[in-house]
């Protein structure tokens, strides 16, 4: 693989149900990111992270978790997913953290909570 | 929240024409990205002006940033039906944690 891949392509998932979106990247960049698209109002930072071990929250991070075991993967996890979490969520990663950086999108995790 | 914001939301023009989008931004920064999004695809980075520079060019892209008004402007020449997408301003937010804020993006569409 090169880049950025996520999974699952799309998901339907019930409300309340606990739901964990993948991110794996090939490039050894130290910073990840997740974000989601909603109709109208571009991306929104969910959480980053700057280097494995390390998470931070972004604009938009309730009712969502985070961890950077390793370098590569960085799940995002909904615990109790809720109908305004629908939404298309993409991963993203750059070399490193801040905003000098390019960064690099994944194809996107379209979600549809009922 | 929101720092950069593109105009027009919209813009539709012919295969040959040029296309020009603008972003405004509300705080200071250090750099400015610009982004394209295909229809149901990730992001794609275009090009990075730094707050020292004022153009910036890569291939038919050319790039403008005015500190003073708090503006950019991505122009596309001689645009092409492949050029069709929505294309997003990309800011560092103010406060401390320097990462990157989206605009909502403007829709271009390239006619044949």
């Known amino acids: 693989i090169a880049g950025i891949t996520q999974a699952p392509t799309s998901q339907i998932l019930a409300a309340g149900r606990r739901m964990t979106l993948r991110c794996t990247q090939d490039?050894?960049?130290?910073?990840m990111y997740w974000y989601r698209q909603d109709l109208g109002l571009g991306l929104r930072l969910i959480h980053y992270s700057n280097t494995a071990g390390t998470t931070g929250k972004g604009e938009v991070p309730d009712g969502y978790s985070v961890s950077r075991a390793n370098t590569d993967d960085f799940p995002l996890t909904l615990a109790s997913a809720v109908p305004s979490q629908t939404s298309v969520y993409f991963c993203a990663s750059s070399e490193q953290g801040g905003d000098y950086n390019e960064q690099f999108f994944g194809p996107g995790t379209r979600l549809t909570v009922l | 929240s929101q720092q950069g914001e593109e105009d027009p939301q919209a813009l539709s023009i012919q295969e040959g024409e040029n296309a020009t989008m603008n972003c405004s931004y509300k705080?200071?920064?250090?750099?400015l990205q610009w982004y394209r999004q295909n229809s149901g695809r990730g992001l794609v980075h275009l090009i990075l002006?730094?707050?020292?520079?004022r153009e910036k060019h890569s291939g038919r892209l050319r790039v403008t940033l005015d500190t003073s008004k708090k503006s950019s402007s991505l122009l596309i020449t001689a645009s092409r039906a492949a050029d069709t997408a929505s294309y997003f301003c990309a800011t560092p937010p103010s406060g401390s944690a320097r990462q990157l804020t989206f605009g909502s993006g403007t829709q271009l569409t390239v006619l044949p």
């Open positions: 002006i730094r707050s020292n520079e």
């Open positions: 490039m050894r960049h130290n910073a």
């Open positions: 705080t200071s920064i250090n750099n």
